[in-house]
């Protein structure tokens, strides 16, 4: 069945005074859909997300749910919740009178049945994992419970669009990842249309059905996070996605669907030209390209690299042990960039500073972007 469209942005923008916070960003948004907005501080993401919540208003620009506009609607009267990064939970009330608040205040605007809180209140805490901590006081609970005490609260009146500003932001790294999953796990149960505004790359890949890469205020890209971290439109998203090395060149040709690149002063390299829409043929050479290989996708020995394989030589300047891995920075010889190169194999023997080391990568993982 073909998705139905939830929401939409239609060249949104918002200003302060000088500021440009939001510069025409056009989004469709799917219904059901667990969409990320991901940037660096300053990037746009937290304003759009309170332009869609209404809590801001546009400069220029519509936002239209199920294809009524509701640019000028109050927050109210949209059928969405914000879960905040800060829990913004009532002190003074216990955690099942902090769920219920919400349905509480629809009682006399809505004719809201009294008897159906009770009945939502216990199933929002239990989905949550909190049913039985509804007697307690905010003081009372961790971190990670005051989150999901926020996340109940925003989800007992069945909003169809929850809106995330950061709201893991002020977790520890194993909490985190355990609430990323429980998100996940809530969003398929569910079947909510999620909007998650985010920082944090993997937070974004490990959840998202779709990730909008912001900018300087801008969208750059939006799909998959594959297909975000795999075919990435630009050197910034590649650069914010994931460890990708980043190298100019100059295009020399594409024949046979294989670009060829020479870097300055250093070796001539392949990538596959269905990698993007840039290589239209011969007229394209001569042209300035930048070259994206990921960290990961370096190989060492070349009786198990296939023929076609990329290899290149230099200087061990840097050496990081992580575990499963090892990763090292190394300079080209004799071109002097230098490259992030991530040493996968178990038991391979470390190599040292100003050590020299062979490594190639197959021209499928070479990525030729807009220079």
Not at 50 to 67: C, D, V
Not at 221 to 236: D, K
Not at 323 to 337: F, N
Not at 339 to 352: A, C, E, M, N
């Amino acid at each position: 069945m073909q998705p139905r469209t939830i929401l939409e942005l239609r060249q949104l923008s918002k200003s302060f005074d000088c500021f440009q916070a939001v510069h025409d960003v056009s989004l469709v948004i799917d219904e059901g859909q667990f969409l990320t907005l991901l940037g660096s501080s300053g990037s746009g993401k937290t304003t759009t997300l309170r332009l869609i919540a209404g809590l801001e208003m546009p400069t220029s620009g519509t936002i239209h749910f199920k294809g009524a506009d509701i640019t000028d609607v109050p927050p109210t009267h949209r059928d969405m919740r914000l879960v905040f990064q800060d829990f913004a939970l009532f002190p003074h009330m216990t955690v099942y009178d902090n769920v219920a608040f919400g349905l509480r205040l629809r009682i006399a605007r809505d004719r809201f049945p009294r008897r159906e809180i009770d009945r939502r209140v216990k199933r929002f805490l239990e989905l949550v994992h909190l049913g039985d901590q509804s007697d307690k006081m905010p003081h009372q609970l961790s971190g990670g419970q005051k989150q999901r005490v926020a996340l109940a609260r925003a989800l007992v009146t069945e909003p169809q669009v929850v809106l995330f500003d950061e709201p893991l932001g002020s977790l520890d790294a194993n909490l985190r990842k355990a609430m990323q999953l429980e998100l996940k796990r809530m969003h398929r149960d569910l079947g909510r249309t999620f909007i998650y505004v985010t920082h944090d790359q993997d937070e974004a890949m490990t959840m998202s059905d779709r990730v909008a890469v912001m900018q300087n205020a801008r969208l750059l890209q939006i799909g998959s996070p594959e297909e975000i971290y795999l075919r990435p439109n630009s050197a910034a998203v590649a650069r914010f996605i994931g460890a990708a090395n980043i190298i100019a060149g100059q295009l020399e040709s594409v024949a046979a669907g294989v670009a060829t690149v020479r870097l300055p002063a250093g070796p001539v390299l392949r990538a596959v030209s269905a990698n993007g829409p840039l290589l239209g043929g011969s007229a394209a050479a001569g042209r300035p390209v930048q070259l994206m290989m990921r960290s990961e996708n370096f190989v060492f020995d070349r009786t198990l690299a296939g023929v076609e394989c990329n290899w290149m030589s230099g200087r061990v300047t840097e050496r990081l042990y992580l575990g499963r891995s090892v990763e090292y920075q190394v300079q080209l010889e004799p071109s002097g960039e230098v490259l992030t190169v991530l040493d996968q194999r178990q038991g391979s023997p470390p190599l040292l500073p100003d050590g020299r080391i062979d490594f190639g990568i197959d021209p499928q993982h070479v990525r030729v972007l807009a220079s």
